[in-house]
């Protein structure tokens, strides 16, 4: 009985010792971790403060626009294009949209009763002529369906108007997660043994899917999309920006704390979309010509809007 109980012992020094050097070994990555997450916060909280003193907000028929976070002494803004309606978003959203200290910041959104990306395209174009009066440097930049909307506005933009368009994750081809009848017969036969998990991701993803005028404008099958004149694109003044999701971008996201980004990686793997977990990367080329300037990222769809705002004002400084 004395040498099971020493025997248990030895072991668990051991285990001890095993632990304890692990955790000494991983105490300082988790310090860095939790400062870096908290240094984010205090970022967002200084930019919110401002926004609540500063904010201008812009309203037009199919639109409505804000200045995000901190206004700068600075002759450069960047106008951000649609993604989403604007009662997604909350003062502390907009204010994330402010992610770089070179530029100013106007992000716009979705009014609910818009039914033509054209007009609303054609609203962002007036903002961005009354900005181009206040800013010498206007770069407009489109995210996800937002680039979709970027390529409208240049049937009401001329050349002298903006400085660059930069559209980053861009969804030109459409993506099948705006197609509910697709993401069902594509999840529902999924199975691991006994456990449909492929009706349980369509479940949760019925939930949380809006399908209203904005997700339908970058359906597969888009009309809208069908429309777009890519001719209109002026090569010196565009640059596009690819994104892949993966373990670089996992790490990524796990280290800026963002859950739902995190989750992107195995969503592009579960779905096969060979891209940033929401648009496949052929999508993020398609009628894009050889000689258009394009930067890629290894990103995820969520993480691909700061980290391509950086990429690009680092690389225009050049």
């Not at 995000?68 to 502390?92: H, K, N, Q, S, W």
């Not at 592009?268 to 060979?274: E, F, S």
């Not at 993020?284 to 990222?297: C, E, F, G, P, Y």
Request: aromatic letters at 14%; a neutral charge.
């Amino acid at each position: 009985m004395s040498n099971f109980f020493s025997k248990m012992f030895r072991c668990l020094y051991k285990f001890l010792i095993v632990f304890f050097k692990i955790l000494l070994i991983l105490l300082p990555a988790i310090f860095l971790w939790l400062y870096n997450n908290n240094k984010i916060n205090r970022n967002l909280q200084n930019e919110l403060k401002a926004q609540e003193e500063e904010q201008l907000t812009w309203q037009r028929e199919n639109i409505t626009a804000w200045t995000c976070g901190t206004i700068r002494a600075t002759d450069t803004v960047i106008v951000l294009t649609p993604e989403y309606y604007e009662d997604f978003y909350t003062a502390e959203k907009i204010a994330a949209y402010n992610v770089d200290s070179r530029s100013n910041y106007v992000l716009s959104a979705f009014r609910r009763s818009f039914s033509d990306p054209f007009l609303v395209a054609k609203d962002l174009a007036s903002i961005v002529k009354d900005l181009r009066k206040t800013y010498s440097c206007v770069f407009i930049v489109g995210h996800s369906k937002g680039s979709t909307i970027s390529i409208a506005m240049l049937s009401y933009l001329s050349d002298t108007d903006y400085n660059m368009m930069i559209n980053i994750s861009s969804a030109y081809g459409g993506t099948i997660l705006a197609m509910p009848e697709k993401m069902y017969e594509f999840l529902s036969p999924k199975k691991i043994l006994n456990w449909e998990y492929g009706k349980d991701l369509y479940n949760f993803y019925s939930n949380i899917f809006d399908g209203d005028m904005a997700d339908k404008i970058i359906r597969e099958d888009s009309s809208f999309l069908k429309q777009l004149d890519y001719s209109k694109i002026n090569k010196d003044k565009f640059i596009n920006i690819t994104a892949k999701s993966g373990i670089v971008s996992f790490l990524y996201d796990f280290w800026n704390f963002d859950p739902e980004a995190i989750a992107l990686p195995f969503l592009d793997v579960i779905l096969n979309l060979d891209g940033d977990g929401f648009v496949p990367l052929q999508s993020q080329k398609a009628n894009m010509t050889l000689d258009i300037q394009t930067i890629h990222l290894n990103s995820s769809h969520k993480s691909s809007y700061k980290v391509g705002i950086k990429r690009a004002l680092n690389y225009l400084e050049k």
